[in-house]
């Protein structure tokens, strides 16, 4: 439904896209290559994350060797940006193995861990000069993305986790909970 809405949209400003184009290049730029990123992603940890700890933490490091090696080509890119899902993965069972862990609940719950976070998150981001952009292959590097994007994660958790038990405006609840439903129609 999304890719057709906004098809219909691109083709009334712009003519540098087609049914064909999309079909078989995907969306290149377009915020809708994620939504097959993400499915394929799922489906790869649906088959490799089942609870044992040395043998998520095994394809979780091969992930990241196959991102490094894809990424060290860099010559080529797949249609529906098929070769950012080794990162995709990394980072979605990174996610799913860091939730189950008692001291990262710990830092986001921690009162005053929000600061460390956003200085950490800066300092990684300020030592990285680059634009990271995923959805035109724009990355470089990825050991200061990847520390700064894990101090980023945990600092939105430990704000939202703050804002959730110490304000209690429930507009502000409200908002958040409806934004947070509703966050797929609102990337597409």
Known sequence: FFSIVNLLFLFVVSTKYSWSSIFFNGWQGIALWFVISLFITLLLAGLFLK???KLDWISIAIALIIYIII??????????????IPLTYFWF?????????NFVMKCIEAKYWFLIFFLLTYLF???????IDLA?????????????SFFGILMLFNFSFY??????????????????????????
């Not at 990424?71 to 950012?84: H, Q, R, T």
């Not at 981001?125 to 634009?131: D, T």
């Not at 035109?136 to 700064?148: C, P, R």
């Open 163 to 188: 804002i959730d038990k110490h304000i209690k405006i429930k507009q502000l609840t409200n908002l958040f909970s409806y934004l947070g439903k509703n966050t797929f129609v609102i990337l597409a």
């Open 93 to 101: 069972a990174i996610g799913y193995k860091s939730s189950k862990k």
């Open 125 to 131: 981001s300020w030592l990285n000069p680059y634009k």
């Open 71 to 84: 990424d060290s080509l860099k010559s080529f890119s797949f249609p529906y940006k098929i070769e950012l």
């Open 51 to 53: 609870g044992n700890n």
């Open 136 to 148: 035109i292959n724009q990355y470089k590097l990825l050991y200061y993305a990847l520390l700064g």
